[in-house]
């Protein structure tokens, strides 16, 4: 589920609702949603999601507690500090 939330978010973001996963997270990355010290976050919520799809194998709960808390901060950072940062921009 994390893994699909990213691909949405570059949906949202570049309105291109065709990205395979891999141009999505170049998309990120080159438009600056998402830095290259995140890029080992993103690359493990990949692998975890490819990981899921093929095998119902256990996930320890550290885990899915780490791959949920990044997608929430994620979320957070391109949504709502967005949102919030328009507030304060001067009114035109």
């Known amino acids: 589920m994390c893994r699909k939330i990213l691909l949405h978010i570059a949906v949202v973001h570049d309105g291109n609702p065709k990205f395979t996963f ?13 830095t290259a010290q995140w890029e080992p976050w993103v690359k493990q919520i990949k692998d975890n999601g490819n990981e899921a799809a093929h095998e119902l194998q256990p996930v320890s709960m550290d885990r899915a ?3 949920l808390e990044f997608t929430q901060q994620l979320l957070q950072l391109v949504f709502e500090t967005k949102h919030r940062m328009r507030q304060f921009e001067p009114k035109a």
């Open 22 to 34: 891999a141009q999505a997270i170049d998309h990120l990355l080159a438009a600056g949603v998402i």
């Open 65 to 67: 507690r780490h791959t």
